[in-house]
């Protein structure tokens, strides 16, 4: 009888609510009741983005959602900036090389937040390029960038700006429409607490302006297609039914708590992560621009990261991730994100400290959950 | 307190199995616990496809798979045939232009199966053709193909053939290897009884081969990147893991009937149901190649076909599928496809007696449900 928990930055745990949605009989989604989920799918979807423009839902995981936000707007040829400060912004790269597309990369130490100002330079000194890919939350660093400030960059030029939000929407604040992101991909398994597989991708005006001249080959992931789609309240291929009503059911528990609370109880889950790495001595691998959503700190010197975080997985049944490329071994990452409480953190400082004590580690046992407490308190 | 009865040909209905499973809490993607359910997944749809070829799972609706097995395949300016008796065989033939692939269309009148004699003759008469794009079973059309012989004919040219194979897999025999399909494409909301939201390809070595010389453009479609990931039981992108966990039970599920058992059912379903529609004097779309999936029959002279459709499901809860693009309004499709068994034919039949009775049109009232009981008594 071992209980598992899950502190992973996607898949997130699953509110009852959710679970009860994924168990009940399928409908046909050619029919008025799918159509009047579909409806209150898309309208809820625009509360979490903070937008008016449409959101739309795609049956795929979050990289899907990412290829369509480059082969929609772009054609062989064309230049973008991409930002690569982790494994998720270096895959906007992979994307767009695979069609073609010329990147001027603008790499970013791992766990470093880009400047805006080089967004900034790097736009005036071509002005043909015509999209700045960017990650609003690196979950392979923990790190979170000033969207805002990057907006502001790009607003004036004749570039989109294109933000993955997997991790981060519904979880930290992104207004789509006021901080100008013309394009922001997410997926359902992170701050939406859904299971994966359904893509989000909202486009602005401007970025339709674009996708006129886009000649990147598509079919499945055509925003074309799929806007002629949503006019009727439909979706161009079989939708995944089963997920979408699960997703309304999930929003209008956001609702019920409204995203300013949501915000600012992942702030406090956050900062009381944060005080529980220091008070156990574990460097946070980005000190200046952690996010709100996982919490990445070094595994000290001489442990072995990756048996770590088993032993917390496979004997004590609490799961949070390592490090991914080329910090495998290196890092812990503990997600603070979707339908997470004070006390799920509590519980996983609480079964670091016992592994942590059990490697060898020389720290003061309960220091960790007593910081955290402190902030949760406060 | 309206009931609810599924028969339309996807999604079908889920059993209380995968409901169940659908409703467990979410496990994270990168550990030994969903890699043991991965690994058997991978092995049980070897089992349903009949093949001794990697099966891959997509996070997508059967046309994502589609599209995978057009661009994984060829490259732009590459001739291929495509055979078109209905909506998905017209699907093909799109993808393929979207990637500027030539298509010589084999048209076929919708009702009626393609003549695995008339692919062989285009194969011989333009040896430069890559690819055979067909249909197992045309849900449009209710018609099925005799996808043995076209195996035969395509097997010594050197082109590959590809099958849609979305609607039947699971519920008619596809003997992927013995019939030599190179490429077979499906997805979970038919046969495998799941909600949509996963698609599966599989790929022969003459398919593989082929892919070396590909072209087109991919990268959340790669089966390169699909096939590395397989090699250590994962994928390459965040997979649609409860669809996965449920889609074993699923399996498991069609283990314990034993295929042969499962294409007998479905063949006795589809005999009671064409047996009644012909009771009822409802003509069959398709006399000489019906499938054993979907019954497409008539709508008499006279009658609304979609107002039939709508009565039956708005008002007494029963949901079949219309006619869809150039049959809109004139056929009914009665699904008799994944779990269903024969009780449910007989309640599909019988509420459609009540809405034809009701709509005026003159027949024996209960000849549709005592023809299809007959079928079941032998």
């Avoid at 699953?14 to 168990?23: G, Q, R, Y």
């Avoid at 880009?114 to 900034?120: A, N």
Wanted: glycine share 8%.
């Amino acid at each position: 009888m071992k209980k598992n928990y899950l502190l992973t930055p996607g898949p997130t745990p699953l509110p009852a609510e959710v679970c009860e949605a994924l168990a009940r009989p399928i409908i046909h989604h050619r029919t008025p009741q799918f159509q009047a989920i579909l409806k209150e799918a898309h309208e809820g979807l625009k509360y979490v983005y903070q937008t008016t423009s449409n959101v739309f839902i795609l049956a795929s995981s979050g990289t899907g959602a990412m290829e369509t936000a480059v082969i929609n707007f772009l054609s062989p040829g064309d230049t973008v900036i991409t930002v690569e400060g982790g494994k998720f912004g270096e895959r906007w790269t992979e994307i767009c090389l695979a069609y073609g597309i010329n990147c001027e990369v603008l790499k970013v130490e791992w766990g470093k937040a880009v400047d805006p100002k080089d967004i900034e330079k790097q736009l005036k000194s071509n002005p043909k390029i015509k999209a700045v890919f960017t990650t609003l939350c690196e979950t392979s660093t923990g790190v979170v960038v000033d969207m805002q400030a990057i907006g502001a960059a790009v607003k004036d030029t004749s570039a989109i700006l294109v933000v993955d939000a997997i991790s981060g929407l519904g979880a930290i604040d992104l207004k789509t429409d006021a901080w100008n992101c013309d394009v922001v991909v997410s997926g359902s398994q992170k701050g939406l607490m859904l299971p994966p597989g359904l893509g989000f991708i909202s486009v602005s005006p401007k970025a339709w302006k674009l996708s006129e001249t886009s000649k990147c080959p598509k079919y499945y992931f055509s925003l074309k297609a799929a806007q002629k789609a949503y006019e009727s309240t439909d979706t161009p291929w079989t939708p995944a039914i089963g997920l979408i009503i699960a997703l309304n059911d999930a929003i209008k528990l956001m609702k019920q708590d409204g995203l300013e609370n949501i915000f600012k109880r992942h702030n406090k889950m956050a900062d009381a992560t944060r005080a529980a790495m220091k008070a156990l001595g574990l460097e946070l691998f980005s000190p200046t621009a952690a996010s709100d959503v996982v919490t990445a700190a070094k595994v000290p010197a001489g442990l072995d990261g990756e048996k770590l975080v088993k032993t917390m997985r496979d004997i004590h049944g609490v799961t949070i991730a390592g490090g991914q490329s080329e910090m495998k071994g290196k890092l812990i990452r503990i997600a603070h994100m979707g339908y997470i409480g004070e006390f799920d953190i509590i519980l996983g400082i609480s079964c670091l400290e016992k592994v942590l004590a059990q490697m060898g580690y020389k720290f003061q046992m309960g220091a960790g959950v007593k910081a955290a407490e402190e902030v949760f308190l406060k």
